[in-house]
């Protein structure tokens, strides 16, 4: 299955909501209360990793439904960001790794 993941207001159903930190400020995302049943195993996939705040609430609303996170996978990691540092104990997969 699919579940978008995306910032407050643009999905259409029933939402849970958390909000991170951003270097020049806050943001808010969003996941549909049913997206993810108890126990399901979770593969979650995004574009980039630079600082982690948006995968760190991911992960924090796919484990507050229930999910099992095997995994976070992204097609390009700023690593030079530290964005790991906020993803303690995931297994984290990057096509593509830019140190600079």
Do not use: W
Request: proline share 3%.
């Amino acid at each position: 299955g699919f579940v978008p993941v995306r910032k407050e207001g643009k999905l259409p159903a029933d939402t849970l909501k958390e909000s991170y930190e951003l270097e020049y400020g806050k943001n808010t995302i969003e996941m549909h209360r049913d997206a993810v049943e108890g126990g399901e195993r979770v593969l979650i996939v995004d574009d980039v990793l630079a600082t982690g705040g948006t995968m760190q609430a991911t992960c924090k609303l796919t484990k507050i439904l229930g999910g099992a996170i095997v995994g976070l996978s992204f097609l390009a990691e700023l690593s030079f960001l530290s964005g790991r540092d906020k993803l303690p104990n995931q297994r984290i997969e990057s096509v593509l790794e830019f140190s600079q």
